[in-house]
């Protein structure tokens, strides 16, 4: 992919097998600008690192984390087969036809709630092809091409995933998180079921209107928010 494929904004290049999330990190922390994208797309894998530069408090600014959710739900949507269903796990997770099939993950120069980052990544990893020779090992697994998606290409796939994520910031921005959290509320994996989140197990009522998740354990309702699932930088 070059970086005329890329939506405005947006520019980076491929990282040749290493990992883009950690050199997109190394950049976010000397300084580059918002809209690097750091990409690696193998024959059995899809990784991607895109740098965000947020104006509001950290709190604020974690919905970078469903808002790309929202927008690689939209542009496989757009590519895949109609029959394919697309799913997204709160923490980040991506469901393909009800299996685990890759993750988004968000690392922040600050973990504190209240101060605003010099700089967010989001990243994404995604399987192309099952991890074994054996589709059945981990049931709960997926991969893309072995959901129907084989006419898919990564490349193109990316460019529409940064495509979509650019459409649902600009929402955000002009909108407010509302039209986020309805998109999302339907689109959202486990919902009144019993899953860990950030260490805590319950069942997922489903979120606040900031997407903060909402689970139940017992008579108790917690609120998670959505800071909770920051990585550290690899």
């Known amino acids: 992919m ?29 300084g580059t600008e918002a809209g690097l994208v750091i990409h690696d797309a193998g024959p059995d894998s899809l990784r991607v690192a895109v740098v965000f530069a947020p104006e509001v408090p950290l709190r604020e600014a974690a919905i970078m984390l469903p808002l790309c959710g929202l927008g690689f739900q939209n542009a496989l949507g757009v590519l895949a087969p109609p029959v394919v ?53 981990d049931p709960d697994r997926t991969a893309l091409y072995a959901e129907g998606c084989g006419d898919v290409a990564a490349p193109n796939l ?40 950030a260490g805590q197990t319950g069942t997922l009522l489903g979120t606040d209107e900031h997407l903060n998740a909402l689970l139940k354990s017992g008579d108790t309702t917690t609120l998670i928010p959505l800071t909770r699932l920051l990585k550290d930088a690899p």
């Open 2 to 30: 070059t970086d005329a494929d890329f939506p405005p904004l947006f520019n980076g290049y491929a990282s040749a097998g290493d990992d883009p999330l950690a050199l997109a990190c190394n950049a976010a922390q000397g």
């Open 85 to 137: 269903a697309i799913h997204l796990g709160w923490d980040g997770a991506i469901y393909v036809n009800g299996g685990r099939c890759g993750q988004l993950t968000m690392i922040a120069s600050t973990a504190d709630p209240d101060a605003v980052p010099d700089w967010l990544v989001i990243g994404l990893h995604l399987d192309l092809t099952p991890l074994g020779d054996d589709g059945g090992t």
């Open 158 to 197: 990316l460019a529409a995933w940064l495509r979509h994520s650019l459409s649902w910031l600009d929402t955000w921005d002009n909108q407010g998180t509302a039209p986020l959290h309805r998109e999302w509320s339907g689109l959202v994996h486990g919902l009144n079921e019993t899953v860990t989140l």
